[in-house]
């Protein structure tokens, strides 16, 4: 499966979690992405800022998808167009 793929409402992409960060960052590492956040993983409030952190930076509604209690987690942006996200992560590096 592709890491960012493009459907109908968004785009579904594969992201690893690095929690306990001194800032919150999103970056591609290979072909691996890599969002690092400063929550700790405990009571839900790693996923939470993955949420606000990743809604905030594209505009866009953030929905978990798998990997709740995994460090690698499938999210889906709503209303984003996969050329975009891409356009942006690559601003971001």
């Known amino acids: ?14 992201i690893k979690v690095k929690t306990n960060s001194p800032e919150s960052k ?8 890599i ?10 409030k790693a996923n939470m ?3 606000k952190e990743l809604g905030r930076l594209f505009n866009s509604q953030v929905k ?5 209690k995994s460090k690698n987690k499938v ?5 984003l167009k996969k050329a975009d996200f891409e356009k942006q992560v690559e601003t971001m590096a």
């Open 26 to 33: 999103l970056y591609k590492k290979d072909s691996q992405l």
């Open 35 to 44: 969002l690092e956040i400063q929550s700790p993983p405990e009571n839900n």
């Open 49 to 51: 800022e993955i949420m």
């Open 75 to 79: 999210l889906l942006i709503k209303s």
């Open 1 to 14: 499966m592709e890491r960012i793929r493009e459907v109908n409402n968004g785009v579904i992409l594969e």
């Open 64 to 68: 978990i998808l798998s990997g709740f």
